[in-house]
């Protein structure tokens, strides 16, 4: 799109201010030159012309402004500069959402993003004004000032509030390298950034973000998906902004560590696509971000059991052994992994013929019995010419990713022995890989794909050279360019072919590696962890992270997955374990059997207690994930989601909650029956107990094994249904209402038919509960607000608890109704038969 150019001070420096609505061919800006004084007169009159157009365009009353408001493909570019040969250019994408482009060269890449999906934008009134020095650019919600040669920007809020600021040395070109500089302070948080060790607040530390597979785990070493966004905060006001660099290479952020007051974000390949989401709110940050970058499908409801893996089950006796035993010790469990062994020879797309000789009716027989089977799929293709994958790959070019130096497929060495690699970023291969997958393992039943090493992971080396060749939209760029892809990029081919073959059921797609925007194709796990406290502390750590940048779907092996775990570290990983969105127990070959039942009858019986209550948690765990998918809100929180304003909870990451009601705080150490526990205003009832704490306040919480400090808040409502072996087991049609009374209550419950797609038609129910009591007389309404499903459901069985004596009557829709008043709860049953019901307690 060209732009007009409307003045330039030097040859080396031009800056350019744009007004998208005008375009004039390239050719006139050079001409434009010319006209030295004259254009500068002319400039300042236009300057005046556009600020009266878009300042009487923002009178205009909200409502009318959206109702008039057209949608652009691409956010508004207002600003743009040429200094040293470097174009840099602001663009406006919403009132409050910026884009700073920043390019090594003269113009700009095309806009082409991996993890930016978003395709239109509302057109946004903007005012800019020259003023002494420096541009303004003034949108709804900010206030910019720009300033060329050398380029500096700040953002403020319309009330004068700073809110970014380059700092002295703002943009740094060094060859294919631009770092950014922005001033800040070491009380700043930095949230999120995807997999990085060690603490939740990344402020204080320098990263470079590279995805890889490195077994040592070290807690400052890299992980499997660091992704380029953060959320900043400012611990004094809860205020937060979010910022992303869109460029899947090298980049590194120095997050204070070089020097305290600057925070600088560096590309080391290539251009900078800096977003700037300056939502306020953390929760509108993530809402936003998830706008940006997509958000996460509905998972099928048996996703949301307990899984079960081991590197590996086989033969195939083993895996019923398996199944058998889970139903035998009336441990539900819903899905049973096969990891590599289950290929013959490693080769994708394969099955062993002895130890799976027919998976067919090995899925089918396990199916039967309530258990879903996922099988692993690695990205690497073994050459063997007798191998049709590799046959059919390796005669179509372009395929595998190349080798410059040999101009032949890039070779490295993986389990399979040597293979070449998939070339996921190009269209047809993603289409021919999704094909193997359908006819190899969907056709025969296989319910989820799990994509493993796909940082990718070469043993050698641990990561390809970074000249070996990607298609990248036609570029044909180096790997060093693109490295953070490669794992989105096979997700979605996993996903893309999953929805091809089984368009009505909802695709059930796990990757280990990652990147912005993944969320939108699978569910990720945090890798190879161990077993030790200290590993599944910072696995806690890396899940809540991964929610904040946008991944809400996330969990770790529970046990560990190297070493041997034992009984203790194995009952206190299940018992938070369960409450992951991701709930899986695997470990790794050579180690102890690390079953639910392997560590005595003693964690064997701990096990089945938190996994039932996962099980009765169905309800309300898949209302949060709906809520997640909807808002971009984690299931897991950390505290400062909710509590942003609160300086104990802001960097807490050993306590988290569970939707926006249940706060779970792990015992993360060994040999100790109690822990200290954070409690944020708001009341906090003891799970166990009924307790109610009124918060805030530290509190030290006893937790003997089978009994972890969990906590539901005051005021919330929590669906919930008997346990099964598997989910949809039984047609259950009682739905428990657990009500933690509070001042006000609210909650909700949304249903679909858990497997299919057609919530998306609107076939779900949404039900939302309110409530308030004054200490005297407690109501509580039960509201269907869509109707779309139609639920098993006959009847509401309600627990109110935190009511002080014994109520003198209940009354439903107005009539008496019977209750039962025991250990301080009353419960009542109530039909779920109308739209709508509303139940007062009234004490005496
Ligand atoms: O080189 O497939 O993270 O879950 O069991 C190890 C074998 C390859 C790494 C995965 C792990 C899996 C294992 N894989």
């Not at 890039?410 to 399979?416: A, E, I, L, S």
């Amino acid at each position: 799109m060209e732009r007009e150019s409307l003045s330039r001070s030097s040859a080396n420096n031009r800056f350019v201010a744009r007004r998208p609505m005008i375009s004039r061919p390239e050719g006139r800006r050079k001409s434009a030159r010319r006209y030295g004084l004259t254009a500068v007169a002319l400039f300042i009159l236009y300057i005046a012309h556009i600020s009266t157009a878009q300042t009487l365009e923002t009178s205009l009353p909200t409502s009318h402004k959206e109702t008039t408001t057209t949608m652009a493909r691409h956010p508004q570019e207002v600003w743009s500069v040429l200094e040293n040969g470097h174009r840099m250019t602001l663009e406006v994408a919403a009132p409050h959402i910026l884009r700073l482009r920043i390019a090594t060269s003269e113009n700009h890449q095309k806009d082409l993003s991996y993890a930016v999906t978003r395709k239109s934008w509302p057109r946004t009134h903007y005012q800019i004004k020259q003023e002494q020095g420096f541009v303004r650019v003034s949108t709804d919600r900010l206030i910019i000032d720009l300033r060329s040669a050398p380029f500096a920007m700040a953002v403020r809020d319309l009330g004068g509030r700073l809110l970014f600021e380059t700092a002295r040395r703002s943009v740094r070109f060094d060859g294919e390298s631009i770092t950014l500089n922005r001033k800040s302070s070491l009380e700043e948080l930095t949230l999120g950034m995807g997999e990085v060790g060690e603490t939740f607040d990344r402020t204080g530390k320098r990263y470079t973000l590279w995805n890889i597979d490195d077994f040592s785990r070290n807690p400052r070493q890299n992980f499997y998906c660091q992704i380029p966004f953060a959320i900043h905060l400012n611990p004094k006001n809860g205020r937060a902004f979010g910022l992303f660099i869109d460029n899947p290479g090298k980049q590194i952020w120095d997050m204070g560590h070089t020097s305290p007051s600057v925070f600088s974000y560096q590309t080391v390949t290539g251009d900078m696509e800096l977003w700037l989401l300056f939502s306020d709110q953390l929760k509108e940050v993530l809402k936003d971000w998830c706008s940006l970058t997509g958000h996460m499908e509905r998972p099928p409801l048996w996703a949301l059991g307990y899984h079960q893996c081991r590197w590996s089950y086989f033969p195939e006796k083993r895996v019923r052994e398996i199944a058998k035993e889970f139903r035998k010790r009336k441990i539900p469990c819903d899905a049973i992994y096969l990891d590599i062994d289950y290929m013959d020879g490693y080769r994708v797309f394969t099955w062993h013929p002895q130890r799976f000789p027919d998976p067919e009716g090995l899925i089918q027989d396990l199916a039967a019995d309530g258990f879903h089977v996922v099988t692993i799929v690695d990205p690497g293709v073994k050459i063997d010419p007798q191998y049709p994958v590799y046959k059919d790959f390796v005669a179509r070019e372009g395929f595998f990713c190349v080798d410059p130096e040999t101009s032949q497929p890039f070779v490295g060495t993986v389990w399979p022995g040597e293979v070449h690699f998939p070339d996921f970023t190009r269209q047809d291969v993603q289409e021919a890989w999704g094909d193997y997958q359908k006819r190899a393992l969907l056709d025969k039943g296989v319910a989820g794909i799990w994509n493993d090493m796909n940082e990718p992971h070469i043993f050698e080396a641990k990561e390809f050279p970074g000249r070996v060749l990607h298609d990248d939209f036609g570029r044909n760029s180096p790997h060093a360019r693109i490295h953070q892809v490669y794992g989105l990029t096979m997700a979605a081919a996993s996903h893309a072919g999953f929805v091809k073959a089984l368009p009505e059921k909802r695709p059930f797609i796990i990757t280990r590696s990652g990147w912005a925007g993944v969320q939108r194709y699978a569910l990720m796990w945090t890798g190879d962890n161990q077993s030790t406290w200290a590993s599944m502390t910072l696995d806690l750590q890396l899940n809540l992270s991964m929610g904040l940048s946008g991944i809400p779907f996330v969990g770790c092996d529970i046990g560990g997955f190297a070493h041997d775990c034992y009984p203790e570290l194995y009952a206190r990983w299940i018992e938070w374990g369960v409450f992951q969105p991701f709930c899986r127990t695997h470990t790794a070959a050579g180690t102890v059997d690390q079953e639910p039942w392997s560590f005595g009858p003693e964690v064997e019986a701990i096990a089945r207690k938190m996994i039932e209550l996962r099980m009765e948690l169905l309800p309300y765990l898949y209302t949060a994930f709906v809520e997640a998918s909807e808002t971009g809100l984690p299931v897991n929180r950390p505290l400062v989601v909710a509590y942003p304003q609160d300086t104990n909870a802001q960097r807490l990451a050993d306590e988290f909650l569970l939707g926006d009601a249940l706060l779970i705080a792990p015992v993360l150490q060994p040999a100790t029956d109690r822990r200290m526990v954070y409690l944020p205003a708001d009341g906090w009832y003891h799970w166990w107990t009924k307790k109610l704490f009124s918060g805030p306040s530290f509190e030290i919480i006893e937790a003997p094994a089978g009994s972890p400090p969990l906590f539901a808040k005051a005021g919330s409502v929590i669906p919930m249904q008997e346990s099964q072996q598997y989910v949809r087991e039984k047609k259950i049609d009682t739905t428990k209402l657990e009500v933690f009374v509070g001042p006000s209550i609210e909650g909700s419950l949304v249903e679909d038919d858990g497997f299919t797609t057609a919530y998306r038609s609107g076939q779900e129910r949404r039900i939302s509960f309110a409530g308030a009591f004054d200490g005297k007389k407690l109501v509580f309404s039960v509201r269907t607000v869509k109707a779309g499903y139609a639920s098993p459901r006959k009847q509401w069985l309600m627990n109110f608890y935190g009511i002080p004596e014994k109520p003198r009557c209940v009354q439903v829709d107005g009539h008496d109704h019977e209750f039962v008043w025991q250990q301080e709860t009353c419960s009542l049953v109530v039909p779920d038969d109308r739209s709508e019901r509303k139940i007062v307690v009234e004490l005496p």
